[in-house]
């Protein structure tokens, strides 16, 4: 197996994908961030969220960062998962909402 092989990588078009390369820079980058927070999330897995007030992205780790009481749940993944189209396609609508919305 090739290290890459189960890296989750981000959606190439969208809102989402704009918002991605802002908050984590390259593709490459968000994996291993998102690698990172999965490792330490264990079992619990790690959802991307945006901030409501900001509109920024973060990574949250269940129970591990506490609660995240303005943030909108986009993906929640565990290691080995990849998010299908329908899954990015559900976060850039959220996303597109926020911006409008801002």
Same mark, same amino acid.
């Given at each position: #197996? +090739?290290?890459?092989? @189960? @890296?989750?990588?981000?959606? *190439? $078009?969208?809102? !989402?994908? #704009? +918002? ?10 968000? $994996? ?6 999965? &490792?330490?999330? *264990? ?6 969220? &945006? ?9 949250? !780790?269940?129970?591990?960062? *506490?609660?995240? %009481?303005?943030?909108? /749940?986009?993906? @929640?993944? @565990?290691?080995?998962?990849? /998010? $299908?189209?329908?899954? %990015? ?14």
């Amino acid at each position: #197996m +090739r290290p890459h092989e @189960h @890296h989750v990588r981000p959606p *190439g $078009s969208g809102v !989402i994908a #704009m +918002r991605i390369g802002l908050e984590f820079g390259p593709p490459d980058e968000f $994996s291993r961030n998102l690698e990172h927070a999965l &490792a330490r999330g *264990g079992d619990r897995g790690a959802t991307l969220v &945006a901030y409501l007030d900001r509109g920024d992205m973060t990574i949250h !780790i269940p129970r591990e960062d *506490g609660p995240c %009481w303005n943030a909108v /749940p986009l993906v @929640h993944l @565990h290691r080995g998962e990849q /998010p $299908s189209a329908e899954d %990015w396609g559900t976060a850039n609508g959220i996303l597109e909402k926020l911006e409008r919305y801002r």
